[in-house]
């Protein structure tokens, strides 16, 4: 009965292992994937329209000018790869895939996204992405 209570034991060790270390691996493979498929489909036509959209919202310019104040040494995350993988941590995968699709047939709004994500994400965790969204406009 010792011996089956042990290989029992060990067994659930080595699932609860191998499981941790899918989620881990997964998600960072995950967002290395969404993160390359919005490089290849930001050409430098799009990214400009990207940047002409951005400094032309005022909502994006306070966000800019809050980041720009924030200490990163505070942060959770500083880097574009961090922030994608706690994005993806937080708010899954399958549900940024359908907020895309709601988003580009027009039947999310603005203030439905970020209302969605400032429930999923800590304060720290809004200012970490404020600041990584500071850095990438200002490289």
Known sequence: ????????????????????????????IASEKIFEKVETTLDDENLEEVKSYIENDPDVQEIVS???TINPDTLPFQTKEEA??????KVGVNRL????????????SKDEILSELEGKLSEEEISALKYVLYKELNK
């Open 1 to 28: 009965m010792k011996k089956f209570l042990t290989i029992t034991l060990i067994i659930l060790v080595l699932l609860g292992a191998a499981g941790y270390a899918v989620w881990h691996f997964g998600t960072n």
């Open 66 to 68: 809050e980041a720009a």
């Open 84 to 89: 994608t993988r706690v994005i993806i941590k």
């Open 97 to 108: 895939l359908d907020i895309q699709e709601q988003a580009q047939n027009g039947s999310i």
